[in-house]
């Protein structure tokens, strides 16, 4: 029997090598694929933060686009179970526990940047509005802000003070939240004081300068008078608050008696005229003013 042929060894050899190759081929390209999108996802993030000056999150994917978008958009989608109720619940009788992760995108300059988690995409939203980057309203932002003119356009007509008794006359405890979101919309922090635990006051607020203030809510018929007394009943209550101003807020008026006494221990009133004059619609933003002129 001869010797066998170099050439059978050298492709039994290469068979080998084959062989052993096969399954590690795809794990490597799949690797050196991996390695180059996470380069180039580096270098998005560098340029991204060069131009806005803002960090995108490491969860976050950066792309360039073709076009320029001056005034950002953006779109927010929310994870979602697959097999679910109308509610959005998961349906407990299907043993399927798969989550669609859908992405939230923000179309900036020519960035395009999405992400599966909302709080994160909008937290960066957050920041670059924050930064002086012009960002439109999405969806909900749109829906949110139409719901709050429409208050205070409830708010702030004049003359609309007996409609706002009306709104209240059922249930006028719900005047508090009425009055605390009107604060809030003057950019002051407020807060309504939970009816178990009401000290003589309504709400806490603290205003734009870091100021502190507890108030009182009262919704009444606009030919009711409230009396010095019921003003010393929140004087009173700040003896213990130590809140550095007291604010007490109507539907109606008050007794000279009781403006006399406001004065005298700063207090400030707000009667319902004072609800819809100009010395609160100036808080308002000038592009929303004309809607309640």
């Known amino acids: 029997m001869g010797n066998p042929s170099p050439y059978a060894l050298y492709y039994f050899l290469f068979f080998i090598f084959i062989i052993i190759l096969t399954p590690i081929i795809p794990v490597l390209i799949e690797y050196i694929d991996k390695k180059r999108k996470e380069d180039k996802q580096k270098r998005y993030r560098e340029e991204f933060y060069k131009h806005y000056k803002i960090h995108v999150p490491p969860t976050m994917l950066v792309y360039p686009t073709t076009t320029t978008q001056d005034i950002g958009i953006f779109r927010m989608r929310y994870p979602a179970w697959e097999r679910r109720n109308k509610d959005g619940t998961h349906a407990g009788r ?7 992760q859908h992405s939230s995108e923000l179309f900036i300059g020519q960035w395009q940047l999405a992400g599966s988690n909302p709080f994160v995409v909008y937290n960066l939203i957050l920041q670059l509005r924050a930064a002086g980057v012009a960002i439109a309203y999405c969806a909900e932002e ?4 139409e719901a ?86 929140l004087q009173g209550a700040n003896a213990t608050q130590l809140a550095q101003g007291t604010i007490f807020i109507t539907t109606s008026d008050f007794t000279a008696d009781a403006i006399a ?3 005298q221990v700063n207090m400030r009133l707000i009667d ?15 592009d929303m003013q004309y809607r309640y002129g």
Request: aromatic share 8%; glycine share 6%; charged share 25%.
């Open 142 to 145: 749109q829906r949110k802000r």
């Open 94 to 100: 299907s043993n399927n526990m798969r989550i669609h």
């Open 261 to 263: 006494y406001a004065r």
């Open 272 to 286: 319902g005229a004072t609800l819809i004059r100009q010395d609160i619609m100036r808080h308002i933003p000038i």
């Open 148 to 233: 709050i003119l429409r208050r205070m356009n409830t708010r702030y007509n004049t003359g609309s003070i007996d409609a706002i008794v009306e709104q209240f006359s059922d249930d006028p405890v719900k005047f508090e939240p009425f009055c605390a979101d009107m604060f809030r919309h003057l950019g002051w922090q407020a807060s309504v004081t939970p009816p178990s635990r009401d000290g003589g006051f309504d709400l806490t607020l603290c205003d734009t300068n870091g100021n502190t203030f507890i108030a009182e809510c009262k919704c009444y018929n606009r030919k009711h008078r409230i009396g010095r007394h019921v003003l010393q009943k």
